[in-house]
T-cell receptor, first 110, second 115 residues
Framework: DAKTTQPNSMESNEEEPVHLPCNHS???????IHWYRQLPSQGPEYVIH???SNVNNRMASLAIAEDRKSSTLILHRATLRDAAVYYC???????????FGKGTKLTVNP | EPEVTQTPSHQVTQMGQEVILRCVPI?????FYWYRQILGQKVEFLVS????????KSEIFDDQFSVERPDGSNFTLKIRSTKLEDSAMYFC?????????????FGPGTRLTVL
């Protein structure tokens, strides 16, 4: 299973942007970069994914380094509801299982 | 976004008893998955299921575990003889027909407590 490295925790203030980094130096050419988050006492929630180009959706943006060895999940304006554990996961698509690490615990201060 | 419900939300059982956890996807689904999360630990993959067959299972998914789709809609995880260490949150997940690159959608989970 391809591995990712994320900081254990980060803090942000409400209504400020948050940049959550992820290193995946052993990524292969067919690996997609997925981000999920898990709010307290809930199941994981899909956030965004990408392959090479930067991606935007209603929840977040994903910036992927040119060499694909790192990526950054961007929350443009953090809210208290964004406090969660954020997981960066590599997946080759198809039906492959998701391998969760410890993720980054994001605290959002009011 | 596909929705997934799970029942019960909380199950308390005695060690050695059988439990059945249920997952009901409310969308066109493709693959089913079960994951578990022991309190304070990582989310762990248990099994994936496609076309009425197991497509992959982890080392955790031993002979005590089984999965099936009894009525073509519900997706169940059965633990035949529960152990204390089976206490965990169990999450069902699906990929839908619109999941292009393995985006998985999770249910709210069932908290299993084995006494």
């Amino acid at each position: 299973d391809a591995k990712t490295t994320q900081p254990n925790s980060m803090e942000s203030n409400e209504e400020e942007p948050v940049h959550l980094p992820c290193n995946h130096s052993t990524i292969s050419g067919t690996d997609y970069i997925h981000w999920y988050r898990q709010l307290p006492s809930q199941g994981p929630e899909y956030v965004i994914h990408g392959l090479t180009s930067n991606v935007n959706n209603r929840m977040a943006s994903l910036a992927i380094a040119e060499d694909r060895k790192s990526s950054t999940l961007i929350l443009h304006r953090a809210t208290l509801r964004d406090a969660a554990v954020y997981y960066c996961i590599l997946s080759r698509g198809g039906s492959e299982k998701l391998v969760f690490g410890k993720g980054t615990k994001l605290t959002v201060n009011p | 976004e596909p929705e997934v419900t799970q029942t019960p939300s909380h199950q308390v059982t005695q060690m050695g008893q059988e439990v059945i956890l249920r997952c009901v996807p409310i969308s066109n689904h493709l693959y089913f998955y079960w994951y578990r999360q022991i309190l304070g630990q990582k989310v762990e993959f248990l099994v994936s299921f496609y076309n009425n067959e197991i497509s992959e299972k982890s080392e955790i998914f031993d002979d005590q575990f089984s999965v099936e789709r009894p009525d073509g809609s519900n997706f169940t995880l059965k633990i035949r003889s529960t152990k204390l260490e089976d206490s965990a949150m169990y999450f069902c997940a699906i990929t839908s027909m619109s999941s292009v690159h393995n985006e998985q959608f999770f249910g709210p989970g069932t908290r299993l407590t084995v006494l």
